[in-house]
């Protein structure tokens, strides 16, 4: 499974950003997906997960409220709408595909990786 995350670009403080992830292999409908984040001299952080289904979804309490994941199998893309960015947000962020259908916020789940697009909040 190939992933490509794009989307990501410079913004000001309190303004949106709709990251989207396609990823290449037409069983991407059966795992769950995530988005991480990983800021300079940071480690790699949850942001956001939902299941094959669309179903359960779960985000980092530092997002709550302001992302929105979401997913179209018939595209094989996932989304992450960002909105009311924050300068704290900036950070390159990372699609990821789970072993499994099931959310889940812990980063060993996922064995297949984007390559990352960078967004930057300006304050």
């Known amino acids: 499974v190939q992933l490509q995350a794009y989307g990501g670009g410079l913004v000001q403080a309190g303004g949106s950003l709709r990251l989207s992830c396609a990823a290449s292999?037409?069983?991407?409908?059966?795992?769950?997906m995530g988005w991480f984040r990983q800021a300079p001299g940071k480690e790699r952080e949850f942001v956001a997960t939902i299941a094959w289904n669309g179903g359960r979804r779960y985000y980092a309490d530092s997002v709550m409220g302001r992302f929105t994941i979401s997913r179209d199998n018939a595209l094989n893309t996932v989304y992450l709408q960002m909105d009311s960015l924050r300068p704290e947000d900036t950070a390159v962020y990372y699609c990821a595909a789970a072993r499994g259908a099931a959310s889940s916020t812990a980063t060993k789940y996922y064995n297949y990786w984007g390559q990352g697009t960078q967004v930057t909040v300006s304050s």
């Open positions: 292999h037409r069983t991407f409908g059966n795992n769950a």
